[in-house]
């Protein structure tokens, strides 16, 4: 499976002649999904943990909504069009209310929601692939759904990943803090923003696609044995 490339660019190429239409259409589609339909599920799953574990700041905020206009980052929808690597409005959520469990144990709690929450959609969304793939797969707006359906699997398996990687500000170092001593935490709050720019450069020179579209195979062929039954 290679890793989607950005609709912007898929539209320019197959304007000018050197790419299909169809395709341009199918990756505009699949990234408009991942804006307005996953993003908002991922970011609502965040502060819906928060409220279950006792904090309350994310529906105070009318960040508790699936309405993806509540959610949207601008610089992150765009960065989604031109790459298909992009962010939401982070949820606000205080750890301090919630009080049900540790702190520790919330912070990674409500961290981790999120990327599961992407999990579980491709997961339902494999399943509604499959369905197509069954039985409407003789038709050609089958064969499109079922393919555009693929897509944001793909590239939702993708951005869970991308999500559980452990350094700032993604919630994967969340989820590192919550295991972490106190002298393990400050040197990821001293030395995280380099890690960040450092991570960004290996994402730009292509020397982490290897291991993230690995790891995506992984995860989509467990989606597909988990979905046996159909």
Request: charged letters at 15%; proline letters at 6%; a neutral charge.
């Amino acid at each position: 499976m290679q890793r989607i490339q950005g609709p912007i660019f898929d539209v320019f190429y197959a304007l000018t002649g050197r790419g299909d239409m169809i395709t341009a259409i199918l990756s505009v589609f699949s990234v408009a999904v991942i804006i307005f339909v996953v993003f908002p599920i991922h970011e609502c799953a965040h502060g819906l943990m928060a409220k279950i574990l006792g904090d309350d700041t994310a529906e105070r905020e009318g960040r508790l909504t699936l309405n993806p206009f509540d959610h949207i980052d601008p610089m992150g929808a765009l960065c989604m069009c031109v790459c298909c690597i992009g962010w939401a409005k982070p949820t606000p959520v205080n750890i301090s209310r919630c009080r049900k469990v540790k702190a520790r144990t919330a912070l990674a709690l409500t961290s981790l929601a999120g990327p599961m929450s992407n999990i579980i959609l491709s997961y339902v969304m494999m399943i509604i692939m499959k369905l197509v793939m069954n039985f409407a797969m003789t038709t050609p707006t089958g064969v499109y759904v079922a393919f555009a359906l693929q897509q944001v699997i793909v590239l939702n398996i993708y951005l869970a990943i991308f999500n559980l990687i452990p350094i700032p500000p993604f919630d994967g170092s969340k989820i590192l803090y919550s295991f972490l001593p106190a002298k393990g935490i400050s040197f990821m709050e001293r030395y995280g923003q380099y890690m960040h720019w450092g991570f960004f450069l290996l994402l730009i020179l292509g020397i982490l696609d290897i291991p993230l579209n690995f790891l995506t195979d992984i995860i989509y062929w467990l989606l597909d044995k988990a979905s046996f039954f159909l």
